[in-house]
């Protein structure tokens, strides 16, 4: 477990990967744009190491904050389809959660519908949020600033299963 600076992105590799971003977002309704925007200024700000890991789907996009390269490490992700923006939590099952806002029932994903950028400054989901950080089995860098890293969609395609 490091909590050592993480390596710093190129410039002109922040750009590139800021572009293909917003090309990926423009894919969404005008609203979600904003507001998957305003979602991941403020994890930026509470999360300003984090490695911020785009994946594409066909129907949806995911921006993951991990502490690393590895997406299955991160904390928390943006979910943006056309039906909206949630904010996952990836051990969300175990968080503790008294008001009841995570939503989801699978082994260890919890989630919650951002209908506005306020709603991650409810006490409930900003306790949440400072929890889930807290469990991280991996720390966060404390200094320096985390990488954007586009994903390819072609290098997460399953094969199919011939049946």
């Not at 309704?29 to 789907?57: D, F, N, W």
């Not at 306790?127 to 860098?141: G, K, S």
């Amino acid at each position: 477990m490091s909590t050592s600076q993480p390596n710093t992105q190129p410039a002109v590799a922040r750009r590139s990967a800021e572009a293909r971003l917003r090309d990926l977002v423009a894919r969404v309704a005008p609203t979600h744009q904003r507001l998957i925007g305003s979602v991941r200024r403020q994890l930026r700000k509470r999360l300003p190491t984090a490695h911020e890991l785009v994946y594409e789907y066909r129907d949806w996009i995911v921006i993951s904050c991990s502490p690393n390269e590895h997406g299955y490490e991160g904390v928390l992700a943006i979910r943006a389809s056309a039906d909206g923006i949630e904010l996952h939590f990836s051990r969300g099952k175990d968080l503790p959660d008294p008001a009841g806002v995570l939503r989801g029932s699978g082994k260890q994903t919890r989630s919650i519908r951002l209908e506005g950028a306020s709603t991650l400054a409810r006490p409930a989901v900003a306790r949440l949020i400072d929890e889930a950080i807290a469990r991280n089995p991996v720390p966060f860098a404390r200094t320096g600033r985390g990488p954007l890293v586009i994903r390819p969609a072609a290098a997460r395609k399953r094969p199919r299963r011939h049946r």
